[in-house]
T-cell receptor, first 113, second 115 residues
Framework: GAGVSQTPSNKVTEKGKYVELRCDPI?????LYWYRQSLGQGPEFLIY????????DSGLPNDRFFAVRPEGSVSTLKIQRTERGDSAVYLC???????????FGPGTRLTVL | KNQVEQSPQSLIILEGKNCTLQ??????????LRWYKQDTGRGPVSLTI?????NTKSNGRYTATLDADTKQSSLHITASQLSDSASYIC??????????????FGTGTRLQVTL
C-alpha cells in the first residue's frame, strides 16, 4: 500500500479482555516495529521484526504482550488480560530494513475501561 | 541510560513568526538524529535526519542543527503557518548496524500556531 495502515483506529475494551491490533506495513518493507505512546509522551519501543522473526522484543512490558508476523508482512500485536494502564496509542512503523527510515502508521488508540 | 530531552514542552506563537525548538541527548554511541512532526491523531513523519558529520539540514521552512560535541540539536521553523501546529519529536538512533534498531524518542514539543 501507499503507507502503513493500522486497524482498528480506535479500540475500547474492558479490563481483563483480550485485544488484537493489526499493522499492514508498506509493501516490500522487511522491518516492522511496534511502539506504545502514552498521552504527552514520545513513543516507546515494544518489539522489532526483521522478516517473520522478532529480532528484538526487549521493549515488551510483560508476558501479556505478544506480537506475530507469520508471513513477514502483516503483524498483529496481541494483549491478554488488558489493564487500564495499557491504555495508549499503539504505533506501528516499517522500513526497508534495519537502520533505514521508519514510516509510521496512524496508530490504534486503545482504551481499557 | 539513553535519554532525549526537549524544550520547551509547549509553545504558542503567532502565524508568520519564527521559533526554535531544542533537543539535548545522552545517547551513546550516536548514529543519527531525526526530527519528526506528529499531527494530532497521526503517526510521526520525518522532517530531517542528520548524522555525526552534519551540522545543519533544511527541509523547506524547517532547519535543523546538530552539535555532536555538546549533544544538542535545534529545529528552527521560519514564517510559521497554522498547519505547523503539531508535536515535534526529536529522535536519536544509537546503532545503525542493523542489529539494534531501537530509537530513543524525546517527549516532544507541542507547538500551536495562532492567528
Amino acid at each position: 500500500g501507499a503507507g502503513v495502515s493500522q486497524t482498528p483506529s480506535n479500540k475500547v475494551t474492558e479490563k481483563g479482555k483480550y485485544v488484537e491490533l493489526r499493522c499492514d506495513p508498506i509493501s516490500g518493507h522487511t522491518a516492522l516495529y511496534w511502539y506504545r505512546q502514552s498521552l504527552g509522551q514520545g513513543p516507546e519501543f515494544l518489539i522489532y521484526f526483521q522478516g517473520t522473526g522478532a529480532a528484538d522484543d526487549s521493549g515488551l512490558p510483560n508476558d501479556r504482550f505478544f506480537a506475530v508476523r507469520p508471513e513477514g508482512s502483516v503483524s498483529t500485536l496481541k494483549i491478554q488480560r488488558t489493564e487500564r494502564g495499557d491504555s495508549a496509542v499503539y504505533l506501528c512503523a516499517s522500513s526497508l530494513g534495519p537502520g533505514y527510515e521508519q514510516f509510521f502508521g496512524p496508530g490504534t488508540r486503545l482504551t481499557v475501561l | 541510560k539513553n535519554q532525549v530531552e526537549q524544550s520547551p514542552q509547549s509553545l504558542i506563537i503567532l502565524e508568520g513568526k519564527n521559533c526554535t525548538l531544542q533537543c539535548n541527548y545522552t545517547v551513546s554511541p550516536f548514529s543519527n538524529l531525526r526530527w519528526y512532526k506528529q499531527d494530532t491523531g497521526r503517526g510521526p513523519v520525518s522532517l530531517t535526519i542528520m548524522t555525526f558529520s552534519e551540522n545543519t539540514k533544511s527541509n523547506g521552512r524547517y532547519t535543523a542543527t546538530l552539535d555532536a560535541d555538546t549533544k544538542q540539536s535545534s529545529l528552527h521553523i521560519t514564517a510559521s503557518q497554522l498547519s505547523d501546529s503539531a508535536s515535534y519529536i526529536c529522535v536519536v538512533s544509537g546503532d545503525n548496524t542493523g542489529t539494534a534498531s531501537k530509537l530513543t524518542f524525546g517527549t516532544g514539543t507541542r507547538l500551536q500556531v495562532t492567528l
